[in-house]
């Protein structure tokens, strides 16, 4: 089973900040990485697919990057609405998928 | 669009089996891998396990001998089933859709279920 880990757990910034979440494999997953979006009360959302693609609607200040073991979440500019959980999962080696535990991203 | 809505009791008691049915619309389930996946409050995402096209299934190793998937393609949902209940089952439990690329795409809202006597 390939582990993931988020880094920081918590993540407190300003509105207008970017901010820059981490994600790391426990074995290289290629580029099979997606990033998901979730607030409170909701389900996630699919933000990032293949690494670095955008799901349809999400924003261009959300960007992915990375490869084999080590990924990157940048949002280039905060706004209100990006306050929320953001999980990674890989999906290269299945069963089972496999998450992150998590960055809460905070004000 | 596809869209998932999950549905069952909200409350099961210990050792009881917990039921749930995620009812697809806006598409066929004939096609694609659907899997459950839970959230204890306040805690991460674990994948629970899929169905696909032809009724295969395959089951997270830590719950594989407490879980059944099955499905109904004349209604258009698929459900799931974990027996011998604890409160450590309790969680939300969400259905999503498995693209051809083998990520979510589609989530329903959710479910919570209390284990509770």
């Known amino acids: 089973e390939i582990v993931m880990t988020q880094s920081p757990a918590t993540l407190s910034v300003s509105p207008g900040d970017r901010a820059t979440l981490s994600c790391r494999a426990s074995?290289?997953?290629?580029?099979?990485l997606a990033w998901y979006q979730q607030k409170p009360g909701q389900a996630p959302r699919l933000l990032i697919y293949?690494?670095?693609t955008r799901a349809t609607g999400v924003p261009v200040r959300f960007s992915g990057s990375g490869s084999g073991t080590e990924f990157t979440l940048t949002i280039s500019s905060l706004q209100s609405e990006d306050f929320a959980v953001y999980y990674c999962?890989?999906?290269?080696?299945?069963?089972?998928?496999?998450f992150g535990q998590g960055t809460k991203v905070e004000i | 669009q596809v869209q998932l809505q999950e549905s069952g009791p909200g409350l099961v008691k210990p050792s009881e089996t917990l039921s749930l049915t995620c009812t697809v619309s806006g598409g066929p389930i004939s096609g694609y891998y659907w899997v459950w996946i839970r959230q204890p409050p306040g805690k991460g995402l674990e994948w629970i396990g899929y169905?696909?096209?032809?009724?295969?299934?395959d089951f997270n190793t830590s719950l594989s001998s407490r879980v059944t998937i099955s499905e109904d393609r004349s209604k258009n949902q698929f459900s799931l089933r974990l027996s011998s209940v604890t409160a450590a089952d309790t969680a939300v439990y969400f259905c999503?859709?498995?693209?051809?690329?083998?990520?979510?795409?589609?989530w329903g809202q959710g479910t919570l279920v209390t284990v509770s006597s």
């Open positions: 074995q290289s997953v290629t580029g099979n």
């Open positions: 999503a859709r498995v693209t051809s690329r083998w990520y979510f795409d589609s």
């Open positions: 293949d690494t670095s």
């Open positions: 169905i696909y096209d032809n009724g295969s299934t």
């Open positions: 999962q890989q999906y290269h080696n299945w069963p089972p998928w496999t």
